[in-house]
T-cell receptor, first 114, second 113 residues
């Protein structure tokens, strides 16, 4: 299957700092990228959907000023968690979709805010 | 908004027993997808069903899409320890290729060797 690379795989940051997570589709063009958050033993909660070159569409309850999403090219999307707080600690996963119907997932980023 | 629910939430079976998870959507789906997430891993695509009443098989896994295209099931015959993980169904929110994908609540399968 297609490959989606997410970086970093884990990060620990201090409360109040910002963290950037990158999601790259390595061998296909991702017209749509999705960002999910997953708390332990729970499902994937969609945070936002981004299409290349346009603003991301955020789900209800997700603060767009706190979770900045940029999808500047067909192979790269970034999620920046601004002014992170301990409650933002979670597993963040991106997925990318191109011409094929299924979405391919990155490895995920475990964010711990201390 | 659209909701996708799965039951059961957890299932603990003896190795060799069968396992079934059920997925129900609050709205009609153009297609449904199934993913498996191993502990500590990321979701991996298993299959997509598109047609009403469609049934697909992958070795010991049987996937079914309901006639009304609002429900689906995944059945595993004679489970093995490699089947451990969480199984998610997922459906698009609309009919365009840009529709967001909504995940079900997931069913976590554990197996007694």
């Amino acid at each position: 299957g297609a490959v989606v690379s997410q970086h970093p795989s884990w990060v620990i940051c201090k409360s109040g700092t910002s963290v950037k997570i990158e999601c790259r589709s390595l061998d296909f063009q991702a017209t749509t990228m999705f960002w999910y958050r997953q708390f332990p033993k729970q499902s994937l909660m969609l945070m936002a959907t981004s299409n290349e070159g346009s603003k991301a569409t955020y789900e209800q309850g997700v603060e767009k000023d706190k979770f900045l999403i940029n999808h500047a090219s067909l192979t790269l999307s970034t999620l920046t968690v601004t002014s992170a707080h301990p409650e933002d600690s979670s597993f963040y996963i991106c997925s990318a979709r191109g011409d094929r119907v299924e979405a391919f997932f990155g490895q995920g980023t475990r964010l711990t805010v201390v | 908004g659209q909701q996708v629910m799965q039951i059961p939430q957890y299932q603990h079976v003896q190795e060799g027993e069968d396992f079934t998870t059920y997925c129900n959507s609050s709205t009609t789906l153009s297609n449904i997808q199934w993913y498996k997430q191993r502990p500590g891993g990321h979701p991996v695509f298993l299959i997509q069903l598109v047609k009403s009443g469609e049934v697909k098989k992958q070795k010991r896994l049987t996937f079914q899409f309901g006639e009304a295209k609002k429900n689906s099931s995944l059945h595993i015959t004679a489970t093995q320890t490699t089947d451990v993980g969480t199984y998610f169904c997922a459906g698009p929110s609309g009919y365009s290729s840009a529709s967001k994908i909504i995940f079900g609540s997931g069913t976590r399968l554990s197996i007694r060797p």
